[in-house]
Every structure is written in C-alpha cells, then in structure tokens.
C-alpha cells in the first residue's frame, strides 16, 4: 500500500470519528429538543399573526409531525456550530496557520447570519404575506380554515431558506479563502447569479410582486455583500501564500 492511499484511508477514517462525533451529539441535542419543542411551538401560536387564527388539525398525525419537526430543527441549530467545527478541524491541516484562525472565526459568523436570515424572515417578511393573504382573503369573501400542518410548513418554508440564504457571504468568503472562488469570477457570473436567485425568490414567497421583490432584493444585497467579501478575502488569501513563500525562503 502506497503512502498516498494511506493518506486517503486516514482521511476517509477521521471523516468517519468526525460524523459519528456529530451524529452522536446529535442524538443528545434532539433528547434535549424534545422538552424545546413545546413552548416553541406554543410561543409561535401567541404570536400576533396567528393568536387571531384558529388552528385546526385535519389529521390525527399532525400535532405530532409538527413537535418532530420543530424537534429536529432546534437540534439542528443546536449542532451546526459542532458541525462547522468539524467541518473546519477536517479541512484545517492543509491551510497556513494564519488562515486557519481566520477560517475558525467564520463559524459564529455563520451561526450570527443564519438567526440573522430566520429573524429577518419571520419578523419582516412573514406577517407582511400573513396580512396580505388576510386581507385578499376577506376581499374575495372567503372563510379560512387554516390547518395547523399548513400554516407551520407555511412558516417554515418562508423562514428556514432565509437562514441558509443568509450564509451566502460566509460561504463565499470560506470558498474564497480556498482558492475555489473568486471576485473576479464572481463578476462574470453576476448575471446568473442574479437569475437564480430570482428563481429562488419566485419559488419561496407567493405569487405576489412585492412579497418576491421583499425576497429578492435582500439576496441581490447579500451577493454584491458577497462580491465585496470575496475581493477582501481574496487580497488577504494572496498576503498569506506570499508570506508563506518568503518563510520559505529564509529557511
């Protein structure tokens, strides 16, 4: 066996010790969730756009599918720092020791812009299509019946993407710093990118223009954020290989 596919095997190993760490932790943070899940929920139903809704459960199965999911979403925000970290300590040994540090702080950067994302979704955005939908709902004289499986997808599919959407300047900057991306290549596909995000705009929120445009101008802002992250990470991953070089050469 050669040295290189021993390298592959270790590798392949501590991905291994890695994911099992994370799932073991896990399985601890969803016992921990399960006493979570309850006033979570109940807190969300005082809330003001829905302490006026009667909620009402079409099926047997919805009360509890509802406390599983918000069971397995708050584990999974209590992991993802734990996550990160491994992500980081996994990938860690093939950067410079100055990147290393810089990378690490990118873990409660990503964790502050992923509540960012959710707070800006579920405070801003979300009771401005609630009312809407109200009161396009009392213009055509219809009566709502809203079912508690319903309207909790319905917040959770406006809300979660927001916290994924929001790490997009962490995620650029991380990639950045790798050398996978850079500014200049994130000019060029500007464009794309632009269109994509349109997309995931049109595929988050309603079939209302100022409901997308609340969606979507927010993300067109985290990409030029996004631009202007890279260009800052891109400069200072330059400074760092041309360091590393000249301690090269005085050894």
Sequence with gaps: MTEKEMSIYDHI?????????????????MVGSFFLAE?????????????????????????????????????????????????????????????????????????????????????????????????????????????????????????LPFGFLFQLPVVIMFLTRLGIVTPMFLVEVRKYAYFVLLVIGGLITPPELLSHLMVTIPLLGLYEISIIVSRGAYRKAKQAELLHENENKLK
Aim: charged share 15%; proline share 4%; aromatic share 18%.
């Design 13 to 29: 190993g501590e991905l291994r010790k890695r994911l099992i760490f994370v799932v073991v932790f896990f399985f601890f943070a």
């Design 39 to 159: 006033p979570t929920i109940i807190f969300l139903q005082q809330a003001d756009e829905a302490k006026e809704l009667t909620m009402n459960a079409f099926r047997l199965t919805d009360p509890i599918k509802i406390y599983m999911q918000f069971a397995f979403i708050i584990a999974f925000i209590i992991t993802s720092p734990l996550i990160l970290f491994q992500l980081w300590a996994f990938i860690s040994p093939g950067l410079y020791e100055r990147e290393r540090k810089v990378t690490l702080s990118y873990i409660p950067i990503s964790v502050g812009l992923f509540l960012t994302g959710l707070s800006f979704s579920y405070f801003i955005l979300f009771p401005f299509v609630v009312n809407f939908m109200g009161r396009l709902a009392e213009r055509l004289d219809i009566q709502q019946v809203i079912g508690i499986n319903e309207y909790f997808q319905f917040l959770l599919q406006l809300t």
